[in-house]
């Protein structure tokens, strides 16, 4: 099955500054969902990106089909950033699994 | 559009009991997926679920995990006999439609197996 590879695996920012998660994923996509789990552990879709660039206040995200990757920006950073992002993918005609990677996880310090 | 409704949202199981699990798709959605994340992990597929069918359980446990979605009534996955292993959040998905489209998410469902 396809693979999905997130970096880096865990990151530490000062509140204010600017990030980028990094998703690689081994077979074409036609779903590709960016994700954050809050530390309640709830799931909140961010982006449904499987190409091109899409942005949502501080956060954008663009994915390279044809590269098979997909980046996740954070701009100023806030603690409420803080979590688990995860990148989900869909891949193959007719599927409906989404197979995630194993997250990027996030802590904004004050 | 109350999104995805899960309940319990903790649950807490003693070995060898069982445990249910709801969950309530958005409204409009007829197509319903559960998910379980292991600690630390990220989630993984288990079955796919429309009005009264089971399209695809590839991803269930063959033993004592079964699910159901009924024409009235909310998604139930049921766990049998739970053993510590199972402890885990379940989440549960819903979409309009089948295919590359975008999963909704409900909170999960923390289950403890003591």
């Known amino acids: 099955g396809i693979q999905v590879e997130q970096s880096p695996p865990d990151l530490i920012l000062q509140e204010g500054a600017n990030s980028t998660l990094r998703c690689n994923f081994s077979?074409?996509?036609?779903?590709l969902q960016w994700f954050h789990q809050n530390p309640w552990g709830q799931l909140i879709n961010l982006f449904y990106i499987p190409s091109g660039t899409k942005q949502n206040g501080r956060l954008s995200a663009t994915t390279v089909a044809t590269e098979r990757y997909s980046l996740l920006y954070i701009s100023s950073s806030q603690t409420t950033d803080s979590g688990v992002y995860f990148c989900a993918v869909v891949s193959g005609a007719g599927s409906y699994q989404l197979t995630f990677g194993k997250g990027t996880k996030l802590s904004v310090i004050p | 559009n109350a999104g995805v409704m899960q309940n319990p949202r903790h649950l807490v199981r003693r070995r060898g009991q069982e445990a249910r699990l709801r969950c309530s798709p958005m409204k409009g959605h007829s197509h319903v997926y559960w998910y379980r994340q292991l600690p630390e992990e990220g989630l993984k597929f288990m079955v796919y679920l429309q009005k009264e069918n089971i399209i695809d359980e590839s991803g269930m446990p063959k033993e004592r995990f079964s699910a159901e979605f009924p024409k009235e009534g909310p998604s139930i996955l049921r766990i049998q006999q739970v053993v510590r292993g199972d402890s885990a959040a379940y989440f549960c998905a819903s979409s309009p439609l089948t295919g590359a489209n975008v999963l909704t998410f409900g909170a999960g469902s923390r289950l403890t197996v003591l």
């Open positions: 077979d074409s996509v036609n779903n």
